[in-house]
């Protein structure tokens, strides 16, 4: 690595948005330094940086200290379970990496002198009672509910982040990312776009919860990618909405799955997650006034290539169960 090119940290870089992440500022010829404990991640994300002159990659829990040696001019915070399947699965985990692996992120930034994105959530809002939800909205969030392990862990995430940036002048970025999809997500983590896909793949009946009423808006990875970019590199330190304003019910979605897909499958119903958010849609005036940046992606497109990438799975893959335990997923993971 020459010491010339500007260089990043990247946490949860063998993840969904942490591999693209990797891909782009190696792409915009930075040196990229990948961190990851593949609690959810996958090695597969980023085999093809393995032999890139400008990537590294460093297996660590950043809720334990991380020691990097040499520069630092960025460090983008990724790493987190952020499936509510797994974050049930691994509360403790998800509390620790919010808050001790933020902490941990934060002191690097400060002892580096570098400049620090958090990859913070639309979970920040809650079950949001105002709607399409904008910056300054406080959230309705219920902490010892099943989803406050993250929410919280989010919350405390900016808080600590923002006290980094008021009281040690660390320069901070705070992305509100909100539902993003794409090339590279878990196909079994339970999140609704895998979900309907690997179901379609399989031949089962697609499942929505609740009567399907309820509402997301989807991003396309490459969208939020460039969104992300732009946030680092601008000077704005308080929290931007970062996410499609397309809004759409689930029970329509899955319509639109079927169609995309082709299959002769049917829906079912089953209950309502507990505090599954009814609504939401991100206000993204701001990022379009401070980083000129909008959605540019169809869900037509985004979702057709994301089918695309599902499809050229392995059969194996498409038939996994995600684990019964802890313990279990653990093991497997390590074999
Ligand atoms: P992901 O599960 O695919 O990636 C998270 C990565 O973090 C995984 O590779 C995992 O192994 C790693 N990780 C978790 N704990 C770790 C630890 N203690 N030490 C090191 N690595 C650890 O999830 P994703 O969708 O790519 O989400 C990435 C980040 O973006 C998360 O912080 C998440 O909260 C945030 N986010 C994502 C979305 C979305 O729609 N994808 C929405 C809002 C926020
Ligand atoms: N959902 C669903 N069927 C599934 C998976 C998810 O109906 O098989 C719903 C879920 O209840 C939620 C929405 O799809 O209302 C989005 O869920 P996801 O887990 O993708 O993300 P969330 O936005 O809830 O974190």
């Known amino acids: 690595m020459s010491q010339s090119k500007k260089r990043v940290l990247i946490t949860g870089a063998a993840g969904f948005l942490g591999s693209h992440l990797c891909d782009r500022f190696v792409k915009e010829g930075y040196e990229v330094i990948g961190m990851d404990n593949f609690i959810t991640g996958s090695y597969n994300n980023i085999k093809h940086l393995a032999d890139h002159p400008d990537f590294r990659f460093i297996e660590h829990d950043v809720c334990n200290h991380i020691s990097i040696e040499g520069k630092l001019d960025y460090i983008l915070h990724f790493a987190s379970p952020a499936s509510p399947i797994d974050y049930l699965k691994i509360p403790i ?9 933020t902490h941990n992120c934060l002191g690097l930034a ?49 808080a600590i982040t923002m006290a980094y940036h008021t009281f040690h002048k660390v320069p901070v970025r705070i992305a509100r990312i909100f539902n993003t999809y794409g090339p590279r997500m878990r196909l079994n983590d339970g999140r609704v776009i895998p979900a ?27 969208d939020q990618v460039e969104g992300l970019y732009r946030l680092l590199l601008s000077k704005y330190s308080q929290p931007v909405n970062i996410g499609n304003p397309s809004e759409i019910s689930i029970r329509d979605f899955a319509s639109e799955i079927i169609s995309l897909t082709g299959i002769t499958q049917k829906v079912i119903y089953k209950d309502l997650p507990v505090n599954d958010p009814l609504q939401r ?28 990438y599902f499809k050229g799975l392995s059969s194996e893959m498409l038939h996994k169960k995600e684990h019964k335990s802890f313990d279990d997923y653990i093991k497997t993971k390590k074999a």
């Open 110 to 158: 400060l002892a580096k002198e570098a400049t620090i994105l958090i990859a913070s959530t639309s979970e920040i809002y809650g079950d949001p009672l105002v709607h399409p939800q904008t910056e300054d909205y406080y959230g309705n969030v219920n902490s010892v509910g099943p989803r406050g392990v993250y929410d919280e862990a989010k919350r405390f995430q900016e």
């Open 93 to 101: 985990q998800t509390l620790k990496v919010g808050s001790l692996g």
């Open 196 to 222: 309907f896909i690997g179901q379609a793949l399989r031949g089962e009946d697609l499942t929505v919860f609740g009567d399907g009423s309820q509402t997301r808006s989807f991003c396309f990875i490459d």
């Open 281 to 308: 849609r991100p206000d993204i005036s701001l990022a379009k006034k401070v980083l000129g940046w909008e959605p540019k992606v169809e869900r037509t497109i985004g979702l057709q290539k994301t089918y695309e």
